[in-house]
C-alpha cells in the first residue's frame, strides 16, 4: 500500500509550492489506492502559530484533498525523538556542540584565509572544532551532532530510490561516502534548545507514519542522504523519494514562505478556483485524475 505524506511547517501561508507538493502526493498515493497523510512539522514552537494551523488545513480541504489517519504533529513526538537519540548516542555516533553559528563561520573559514567555506543542506559544512577527540564539550545547553565518519562505519556509498517525474521510473541515487563528510558533514540532529533537528524528526516521524514514498521539493534533494543514512543506523526502512522541481516566480526566485503574494489564500480571496490553482502550477484538473 503506498503512503505519501504532506508535511508543512504552521509557520506561514500556504503558497503555490506547497499546494504543488501537497496535490502531487495526494494525487499519486489516490490514483494508486494508497494514503495521504498530514503531519504538522510545529517542532519550533517560537515560530509555529495554531492560526497558520488552521489555515492549512482550510486551504488543503479547499482546493480538494482528503488527508487519512489523525494529523500527526511533531510538538507531540519529543519522546520519540529522544529515544532515537538514544540509541543513537548509546553507540558513541554523536556528540555535543557548544559552537555558535558565528563561532562555525569563523573556523570554517579561519584555515585557508580566501577560500569560500562549503555550504551544505543544513548551513555551513561543519569544521569539527567540537569534534572529539579534540574537544570534549559538557556545556548542558550544547546541541549534538552526528559524526558523520564513526556514522558511515566504512560504509561507502548510501543510495536511496528516486522516482522520475514519470512517476514510473526509479534511479539509484548514489552518495560516496567522501560526499557525506565533504558535503554535508556533522549535521545537527538535536538543538541547543533540546529541540530535535528537522534532519533527525523527519527520519523517526516517516517512519512511524509508515510512509513508503516521500514527495517534496527538489530543496530537500542534498539532505535526503542524510535520512538515508539516519534510516539505516536506526533499523527504519527507506522510503522511495520524488523530488520535484520547485515552483518559482516570474523571476525565478524560488517561493518563500514570507512571499504572501503566491499565497492560496489570496488567490481564493480573488476568486480563483481549485482547479485555477492545480493549473497555475501545471497540475491537470481534478476531473481528470
Ligand atoms: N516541513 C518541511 C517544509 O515545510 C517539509 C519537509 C519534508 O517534506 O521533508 O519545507
Redesign the pocket.
Known amino acids: 500500500m503506498i503512503r505519501t505524506r504532506f508535511?508543512?511547517?504552521p509557520t506561514g501561508p500556504l503558497h503555490l509550492g506547497h499546494a504543488y507538493s501537497a496535490i502531487t502526493a495526494h494525487d499519486f498515493a489516490r490514483r494508486h489506492g494508497g494514503e495521504f497523510l498530514l503531519r504538522i512539522?510545529d517542532i519550533d514552537q517560537s515560530r509555529a502559530r495554531p492560526e497558520w494551523e488552521e489555515q492549512i488545513f482550510d486551504d488543503l480541504a479547499w482546493i480538494g484533498l482528503t488527508w487519512d489517519g489523525p494529523v500527526l504533529r511533531q510538538a507531540t513526538r519529543r519522546a520519540a525523538y529522544e529515544a532515537a537519540l538514544c540509541s543513537l548516542s548509546d553507540r558513541g555516533l554523536l556528540y555535543s556542540c557548544a559552537c555558535s553559528r558565528h563561532d562555525i563561520a569563523e573556523a570554517a573559514s579561519a584555515p585557508q584565509e580566501g577560500v569560500e567555506p562549503i555550504w551544505g543542506p543544513d548551513g555551513l559544512i561543519y569544521p569539527g572544532t567540537c569534534r572529539p577527540p579534540k574537544s570534549n564539550t559538557t556545556d548542558d545547553r550544547a546541541a549534538q551532532r552526528l559524526n558523520i565518519t564513526a556514522a558511515l562505519s566504512g560504509r561507502s556509498t548510501i543510495a536511496f530510490q528516486e522516482l522520475a517525474a514519470d512517476f514510473k521510473t526509479a534511479n539509484n541515487n548514489m552518495t560516496f561516502a567522501s560526499q557525506l563528510i565533504n558535503n554535508i558533514g556533522d549535521v545537527v540532529l538535536s538543538r541547543r534548545s533540546g529541540d530535535a533537528a528537522y534532519n533527525l524528526a523527519?527520519v523517526v516521524d516517516d517512519a512511524a507514519q509508515n510512509i513508503t514514498h516521500?514527495v517534496?521539493g527538489a530543496d530537500?534533494l542534498s539532505a535526503t542522504p542524510i535520512h538515508a543514512l539516519l534510516q539505516h543506523l536506526l533499523n527504519y526502512p527507506t522510503p522511495i523519494y520524488h523530488h520535484h522541481a520547485l515552483i518559482r516566480d516570474t523571476d525565478g526566485k524560488r517561493l518563500a514562505k514570507r512571499d504572501d503574494a503566491k499565497a492560496i489564500a489570496k488567490f481564493r480571496d480573488e476568486g480563483a478556483t481549485p482547479d485555477d490553482i492545480r493549473e497555475m502550477v501545471g497540475l491537470p484538473p481534478r476531473s481528470n485524475l
Do not use: K, N
Open positions: 508535511a508543512p511547517s512539522e523527519v516521500v517534496r530537500l
